[in-house]
């Protein structure tokens, strides 16, 4: 079974500084996607990074890199260069890839809550 | 525009009701799925469809039912409501093979039951 683990508490971080928001994963599945989500305060979900399971390189967007360690099944989201719009909850999820498509469950975290002070 | 539409955005609904929430995409997705969001719980999955004609349970399906009606619908029924219902749900929609695209979320629906 797919499990998502974000313990850290409310996080803080000063303006222009970098945070990293971490995530642990544990799945049997051998092809898998790890992605992380951002909900502002008016509750719509923004895709922000996608790392596949195969992937070699740690993926990056803009300011979002992602720190993946496949063999201690971490996927931390890391945001360099702080702005007072990074405050808002991140979400991290995996979704199954097998190749078939048959099992295609995304399952997502509890979600860490990033505040940024000026 | 290209998404994820939910409907109703807001539902205030008696204990015992019934209800269906509505979700369709227009991105040729195959893949669909409902989730509830409650504070401090994150995003749990309710239900979901790897492809038209197919469904499987997710986290909390327990008081829902849910119909993949096309490659483009999946609704989920509340049958009869009750307060531990109330939430904000979400739908979502993903492919495989185009994972750097992310899972597309339409923008939930506020659902209050008294």
């Known amino acids: 079974a797919q499990k998502i683990t974000q313990t850290q508490p409310g996080m803080f971080v000063q303006e222009k500084e970098a945070v990293t928001l971490d995530c642990t994963y544990d799945?049997?599945?051998?092809?898998?996607?790890l992605f992380w989500y951002k909900q502002p305060s008016s509750g719509e979900m923004i895709f922000l990074i996608y790392q596949g399971s195969y992937d070699e390189q740690n993926a990056t967007e803009g300011r979002y890199s992602l720190n993946f360690q496949k063999a201690r099944k971490s996927a931390n989201l890391v945001i360099s260069a702080s702005q007072l719009g990074d405050s808002a909850m991140y979400f991290c999820?995996?979704?199954?890839?097998?190749?078939?498509?048959?099992?295609?469950?995304?399952?997502f975290g509890k979600g860490i809550t990033l505040s940024v002070r000026p | 525009n290209a998404g994820v539409t939910q409907t109703p955005k807001f539902q205030v609904l008696k204990t015992g009701q019934s209800m269906t929430l509505q979700c369709a995409q227009d991105?040729?997705?195959?893949?669909m799925y409902w989730y509830r969001q409650d504070p401090g719980m994150g995003l749990r999955l309710i239900y979901y469809s790897a492809s038209e004609g197919t469904t499987d349970k997710g986290e909390v399906p327990n008081g829902y039912n849910v119909s993949r009606l096309n490659k483009r619908e999946f609704s989920l029924r509340l049958e009869s409501a009750a307060p531990s219902q109330t939430s904000v749900y979400f739908c979502?929609?993903?492919?495989?093979?185009?994972?750097?695209?992310?899972?597309?979320f339409g923008q939930g629906t506020r659902l209050t039951v008294v």
């Open positions: 999820a995996m979704r199954e890839e097998s190749f078939t498509g048959a099992n295609s469950k995304l399952t």
């Open positions: 799945t049997s599945d051998q092809s898998y996607g």
């Open positions: 991105m040729n997705h195959n893949s």
């Open positions: 979502a929609s993903s492919e495989l093979g185009q994972g750097s695209l992310g899972a597309f």
